[in-house]
C-alpha cells in the first residue's frame, strides 16, 4: 500500500518509535501531523493519526513517511480537538498495515487508540492467557495486548482499569492513549523511553522528544517521570504514581544516536551530551593526525568536540546529497558499493594527503563503514583514525531497538584490532563505558546499558 | 485510500457482497481474485483476499474494484493452496478499510479468515455482551462479532464451535471460513443468501453464483442448503446440518436483480427466470405500442419475453457507453442531467415516431428514470409505455440489500398514477405479486418477499 | 507516462482515430472532454486537447483513455472558447505521447493545433523535401507533415496556406484546425472518413460521429462534404471548395464495425445498416438452427436483422463482463484462453443442446472466435452455424484502418471451408459484396472496398 | 504531469540547469541517471535522458526530480550506448513538459538531441527569421533555435553546421549534442558555465559538475575550454576552436552558491573558495561575538573560514530537517512562518544568551532570513551578527540565473543599514567585491560581475 519508490537507505541501527498526542486543540490533527514529521527520524515505516471530537474517535494510518501517509484532504476530514500519532519502525510485530499505530478499537466503555514507543518482555504469557480467555488478535504487536488487558479489567474507572492493566505487563513502554475525552501518558518504571510535557496557549502536548514541541512553537514543561500515569481532560492534568519504584534505565542510545541534537531528552540536551562524548574521545584516544572530519550527519556534534577537545582543524570533508532518501538505485552491474557512494562524497581537496581522525557514533554491522574509509582512501586520505564516540555494541536490545542479531554486531564476535583491519584504518578507538557515562548529563545509574554490557535490567 | 478516479454510477439499488473460496489449488489466490472478478457486480466498494499455505495465513484487502485492489505482484505474495476471497458494497459498517472483509484474526486455535454475505439481525446485543466479557472490537461490521463468538466458545472441535457461535445469530448469512487447512462453507438456516459449491479438477470451490464457477472452468456440483455446514479438508467433504429446519426464505431480488443472468442460483438458471418475469409482464399488462426497447442491460432478458409473449418487435434503441464507469464526470454548469446522458443514449432513428414499450426491472426513487424518459421524448419517441418487471417497493431489507430508506423509495409513499406523472408516461405498469411467483422457478413459499409485502420472515 | 493499469482486450480490428472541434463556448474544454468521451471506441491509445482564449492556444494530451488522460484541474486550466480534441489508436507513427494530436505547434502566423483523422500516402517524400529546406520533425506521424506545409507557404491568408498544402498531400484526411481566433474543418476530396457539423445554441460543433453531438445535447446540422473546407470565425461559417472534384470512398467499414450504432455517419444512421446487413445475410444465407445469437455487441443490430428476416428466436445468449477493460489478467498457468472467459460468458440454459446461428461482424485473425465456439461447445451448443455480416476481407487499409497484416488476416491465405474447420464450425458463411451494398443507405459507387477487393482509390 | 505532492522549498536564487553525456558505455541511460541524481541541486524541475544505440535516438522525460521522472524500468527501455540527460529549473520558456530536454528532434541528417545550460540573449530575432522561411516550433526554449539553426544549415559535415549554428547566437551556452554515433560538447566562448570531461574505463563522460564524475567513479580529465567544441565519437575525440577569443566571463556565482561543495568548478575546487569568502569576511568584518553559526548546508563552507580566520568557536547550531522536501505543508491558520521552521531548527542549548555570527551565503528578498533571524532570537540568541559571503545582488543575470526582478531583489533598492532594520540584525556585513576576487582561485577579469555591478559581458 506504500507507493514509496525508493529503497531507503537505512540506517545500520534501525530507530524505533516516534509518539505525539494534543489535548485541546482545534487543529488536532494538523499539529500532530507536524509533530510526527518533526520525529520522523525515529521510525520510517508506517505513520497514524486518530482524532477524538469528544464524541467519536476516528483514525488513519498507512505505510510509509508521515507525508506519504497523510495529506491536506485526510487531515482535514480527521476533525477533532483531541488527537494521538504514532511513527515506527516495527521492532516487534512484522512490517505490515495492520501493525501500524495507533491502534484504535472499540471496548466496552468506548473507543480507545493507544500509541506505544518501547518493547514488552512478557507478552506471549499475557497473549496466550487472553487468547484462552475468547481474545482475538488483528496485529502481531505487543502494544495489542495493553489494550485487551484494558478491555478485560472489571474496575470503571479508566485509571483504575489501566493501573491493573499495565500493573501485568513488564518492559519499556512510553504510551500515549486517546480516549473520546481524555489523552493519558504514561511512561514505564524504569523509563526506558523518554516522554515530554509541553503546553501550547491551552492546548497540552506530550511527545517523544522536546524537537516535536518547537515545530509547534509549544514550550517545554517537563518530563513525564519514570511510572507516572499522566491524565489531561475537562479538568485538568492528574498525576498518578501508582506502580513500586523501580530502579531507573534511561536508554543511553537516546543520547548517543537515535534523539534529534536539537533535542532535550530526559530533560537534558542533546547536542551538548554528544560533544561532550567527543571531548572524552579526544581525552581519551587522541590521535596524530592533521584535521577531524566527522560523519555527516551523525557524527556532528561528536567531531566538533573532539576538535575543540584536541585543537586539531574541524572540516565538513564528507559531502551529503539532499535528495538521498527520494532516489531509487538502478543497479548497475559495473558499480559495486552504489548505495554508499550516491550518499555521501568526499571532498577531494580537503582529503588529499592529509591524517584524517573520522568521527563515528556507532559501528553496527561494519560492511557500510568499510566501504567509506575505501572511498576516503580512493579519494587520496593518507591516514585515517577512526573514533567512535561509544563503547563497542554486544548485545540486543530487548526494549525497542532493533539491533541486528548478536551474529551481525561486528563488536560482539571481534577484537578492536580485527574490526581496524576489516575496515582498514591506521588506528581505531572506542570511547570507554566509564568516558561516555562521564560525558552524560546525568549520572550513570540512571541508564540502560545492556547493549553494551549484556546487564538487562528487567 | 482508494484511488479511483472516478464517480461510479452506481445503480439505485446498490448490491451487497459475493464470497469465494477455493481449497486446494497451487493458485489459489490468482483463481480466488478470477471468483471475484466474476462477481463483481455483487459489490464495488472492497475487495479482499485470504490465503493459507497450511501453516500461516495472510491477507489483502483494499477499497475499490478487485483489479484496483490487487496487481500480479500482490497476488503472487499471497502464495498458498486454500484461499478466500470477499466483494462488498456496504451494508453495514460503514465505508472504511477496516470494514472490508476478509476478516482475519487470531484466536486460541489459530488464525480463520471469514467472508460474509448477508446481514444479522441481533448483533447489537451479542456485541455489547461480549464487550462485557472484555471483547474488543475493530471494526463496525456485524460479521465480526461471529469470530467473537466462535473464539469465546469452550468447545474443541471446530465445528462445535462453530454450531454454537452461529446458534446465537439471526438473520442472514451465506460465510466461507477459511484455518489453516480447511475451508468451511454456511449457509443460514432460511438460506436468504445463495452459495454453491463446485469442483475443478481435485480442487473444491464455494462461490456466491455459478458465473464465478464458470470464469475458472469449474463445474457446478451443487447449492449448500439452508442451514448446511460444508467442511473441506484434508479428510475431504462434511455436511452438517446441526441446526433446526426453518422456513427458508430465499431472496428473490437475487433472481429479478442481483444476480448476473449467466448464472445459476438457489439451483436455477436466472437468464430464464427474467425471460418469464418479462413474458407475464405481457401477459399481465399488454401495450398498444410499436417495439419493444430493453433498458440495457438489466432489462434484456424481461425485454426479449415481453417481445416473445406479445408478438412485438425487439430493438436495441438504448446504447450503452462501454467506457462508463471508467470516467469522470466534468461538471458542466449548461449541462443538467449529464450523468444519464453519458451512460446511455438513445438511438434516433429507432425511437423516432415510434410508441415504444420500456422494460425496466426495478424503479427505486425513479429520478434517474424520469431524466431518461424526457431524453427518449426528445429524440423524437410518440409514446413511451414502462413495463417493470416486478412489484413496486415499498419496505426496506434487512437481510444484506442496501435500498434507499422508505423515504427515497418512490412506490413507498406514491400511488402508480402518481409515479406514471412523475416519470412523463403514457401509461406505467408493474408486475404483479403473484405474476412474480408465477414466473419464478421455486414454488412461492421459498422467498423472501418483505420488501414488496413488509412480512419479514425473522 | 501512461499508468493504465490493465491490459486492453483490443478488438481485431484496431480503431483510428476520432476528432472533435467547438467555437464560441464558455466551456470549450469540457465540451471537447465529453465529445472525446463519446468517440472513445474510436481510439484508446491517446487522448488531448487544445484550447485558445483568442490570445493564447495551449494543450494538454497524454496516454490513455480521455478520462485518465484528463481530470477536473486539467480541463480548469484549458481556459478558452474555441478547442480542438483527439483520440487515437496509432496507424502511422510509434505509440509514444509525442505522436498524441493535437498537435500543437508555433509558425510565422502563430500557433496552430491539428487534429487528424486518416492516413496520407505520400508523406515519405514530402517529408524528405522538406528536411532538405531545414525543417525538423518531433514526430513521426504524418500529420506532422501537413502542418510544415503550412508553415511554409508562401501565401498570406490562412486558406490560401491550407489549400495550397493541402494540395500537396494525397490520402484519407479529416481534419480540424484550432488557431488563435478560428476553427477550420477540412474533409479530403474522397470523403474516406466522416466529419459532421453540428450546433449547440449558439456554437458550432464538428465531430466524427453524431453520437459526439449527441453527448453534449448540439444538434445535427450535415455533414461536411468531400473536399470541403468549412472556416469559422467570428465572421460565421465560410464554406471553400478548392479540389478538383473526385470519385468519392467512402469507408465503408465505418457502417459495418467502426462507427457507434446510434450515430450516422455520411448523413446515414449506423443503425438500421447494420439491421440490413443481418437481413441481407438472412435471405444469401439461411441456417437449419434454433435460435440467433449475437456476438455482444458488435453483432447486435445485424443478429436482430437475421433474426427478423429468418424469424428465428433472438436470444442474447452470451453475457459480457461490464467490468472487462478495467482488469489485468492474472496468468494462471493452469488456464488457456482466459482473456477470452473473462470477458463473455455464454448462458448455459440458453445453448444446450440448441442449433445456434452465431451472428459476427466479421473475423479477422479468427484465434479469438475459435475459442469462443469452443466455450460455446463446451457450454452445450448442438450445431454453430456462424454468419458474418460482411465480406472477408484480404486487402490492408491505407487509409487509417489498422488491419492486420495480409499474412494476419485469416481470410487472405484461407478458403472458407479451411475457415469454417478451422474455428471447428458447423456451417459459415460470410456475407456477398453485393449483400452488403445492397444493405447499405447509400449507393455503391460511393463506397471504398479496397479491403474487400485490393482496389485502391488513390 | 508532476505528481509530486509536496510544495518543494525552493531557495531564493533558484537554479538552472545540469547537462550530463556518455559515450561508450554499455548502461548509458543508467550512468547517466546517476549523473543527473548528483547534479540534481542544478534544477529541480524536470529531469530527460535520450540514447542512441548507433542506430535509433529515444528519449524520455518528464516534470520532476530525476527519480520521479525515471525508474528501472524506463531505464531499461532506453538502451544504448550513447546517452545526454539533463536537469533543468526554468529560466526561460515556461515551466512545461514540451520545454524540458533533452529536446530530441529529426532533421535531414536524422535525428539529434541536445542539452542546455545557459541562457541566449539574441533568440527572438532568430526564430522570427526561421519562421519567416517556415520553420515551426514546439517550445518557449531558446535553446529550440540552436537546432533549426543546424537544421537549416547547408553544410554537410555535422561540425561545420555546428559552427554555422552556434556563430549565429550570443549569449551563454554550455550544451551537449547526441547524434546517433557521435557525442559533441559544446561551451560558448565567454565560458559562462562549467563543463568538464571525464574518464570512465573506455567510456568519455561530459558533465556540468565533477561530483557527477564522482558518483559514477570516472576520473576527471579537464575542463572544456570557453570557446571549444568536443566530438567525441568511433575516431576517438577530436576538439575544434572556431570562434573568436572573447573575454572570459564565468559565473561567479557557480563558486559562490551553486555548484556542490564537492565539486570542482572551471577546474579549481568550490570547497576551498567558499572557506576563503569566509575568512575574506572574517578579515574584513570582524564581530565582538561568542560564536560562528552557519546557515546549513549553504553557509557550512564560509562557516568555517570565518571561525578559522577570526579564532571564534564554530557550532552547529541550527539543525536541518532531513525530511523537508518530502513533505507537504498543511496550512495550519495558528502558525505563521510554518516553513521556515519546519526545515530549520535552532538548538537552544547552543543559543540561549549567545552573541551569534551567522554566517550566509546570500540574502535575496531578505524575508526568509527575517523569519529565522527572529526565531534565533525567541531561542534566546543575545546579539545576532549577520555576515554574508558574497556583496549584494543588484541586477539581474541574463545568462541563466533564475534571479528574482529587480523589484524583489531586497538589495537593489535598499541600503544595508535599512536591511539590518528590515532583518531584525545587531550588525549586518556583506563581503565587499574586492574580497570576493580576492578569495577566488582564479583571476577577478576571468568571471562575470553582471548580477553584482550592472556590466553585462554581451
Known sequence: MNQNPYTPFSRSLREECGIFGIYNHPDAASITYLGLYALQHRGEESAGIAVSDGKRVIGHKGMGLAPEVFDPDILQKLSGHLAVGHIRYSTTGSSELKNAQPFLVEYSQ?????????NLVNTRELRSSLEQRGSIFQSTMDSEVIVHLLACSQKQAIEDRLIEALGQVTGAYSLIFLLKDKLIGVRDPRGFRPLCLGALNGSYVLASETCALDIIQ?????????????????????????????????CIFEFIYFSRPDSMIFSKGVYAARKELGRQLAY???????????????????????SEASGMPFEMGIIRNHYVGRTFIQPVQSFRDLRVKIKLNPVREVIEGKRIVLVEDSIVRGTTSRIRIKNFKE???????????????????????????????VASSHTEEEIRQFLGLETLRYLSIEGMLKAMPLPGEE???ACFTGNYPT
Chains 1, 2, 3, 4 share one sequence.
Open 110 to 118: 468506548g473507543p480507545v487508540a493507544i500509541a506505544h514507543n518501547g
Open 379 to 409: 579519494a587520496g586520505a593518507r591516514e585515517i583514525h577512526m573514533r567512535v564516540s561509544c563503547p563497542p555494541h554486544r548485545y540486543p536490545c530487548l526494549y525497542g531497538i532493533d539491533f541486528p542479531t548478536r551474529e551481525e554486531l
Open 284 to 306: 581519551e584516544s587522541p590521535a596524530d593526525a592533521d584535521i577531524v572530519i566527522p560523519m555527516p550527519d551523525s557524527g556532528n556534534c561528536a567531531g566538533l568536540g573532539f
Open 447 to 449: 541508564f540502560c546499558l
Open 218 to 250: 509549544a514550550h517545554y514543561i517537563r518530563d513525564i517521570e519514570p511510572g507516572e500515569i499522566i491524565i489531561i481532560d475537562e479538568a485538568g492534568i492528574r498525576s498518578l504514581h501508582p506502580f513500586p519504584k523501580q530502579k531507573h534505565a534511561f
